[in-house]
């Protein structure tokens, strides 16, 4: 009897579970073609989407279920967000574990890395940010920003790295120094390096009139400023 053994070939790879949701994207700083998403499945993969491929290039697990991800501006190291608080710092390839810290009481649901790669700031639902000095890649804890009246789900560099802009569950929008920790009158000129708040006046044209603070879950401002690009509840993109 002749047995014919047929070698199993890959032709879609995803994120899985019953009910598990994908919460994290990030594009890398310099290949526009490489993206990086994680979510409940605790699994964080890496795709190159040239020539429409949608092939998966780099994969690992975390600690726990991924809330957010981003890279650092010379797109080395992949910072992860958690529910648990913890932070894992990856390579950029997902195949070495850099650092782990945990500080936050709660979930952190937004990472971000200051444009000249000095800093990383973490937003927690325990209504703080957390900054850290990379530091080649020690990752020092730095000042821990106070002053939300709920949990931290958006927050945003400036051009210069001088100041930060967040927003919170309850709709406010904060902008801070980031030399001393503290909300700052002056920020709210500053031009950011990213615009992912949903609450502030680049987005604020964009939100329906009869929107819910909760309706919009994420945004994200084109760089000449032209286009807002927003997601909500409905599971709508729009623009």
Known sequence: MTQNIVKPIRIQEGHFGGRSEVWGLTCHPTKSNIVISCGDDRCVKSWNTAN???K?????RVESKARCVAFSPDGEHVAIGMETGMVEIW?????????????ADEEVGDVKYSPNGEMLACGSRDNRIYLYFVDSGNYKKGKVLKGHSSFCNHIDFSIDSL???SNDGAGEH?????????????????KWFTNTCV???????????????????CASVSNNGWIVAIGDDDGMINT
Do not use: M
């Open 56 to 60: 998966t290039i780099g994969r690992t």
């Open 199 to 217: 609450f502030g006046k680049s987005v604020d044209g964009a939100r329906p009139s009869d929107a819910d603070k909760s309706d919009l879950n």
């Open 174 to 190: 904060l902008c801070w120094s980031i030399q001393t920790g503290k909300i700052s009158p002056i920020a709210s000129k500053a």
């Open 163 to 165: 100041f930060l802009q």
């Open 91 to 103: 390579s950029d390839e997902l195949d070495l574990l850099i650092r782990r810290f945990h500080h």
């Open 52 to 54: 429409n491929q949608r």
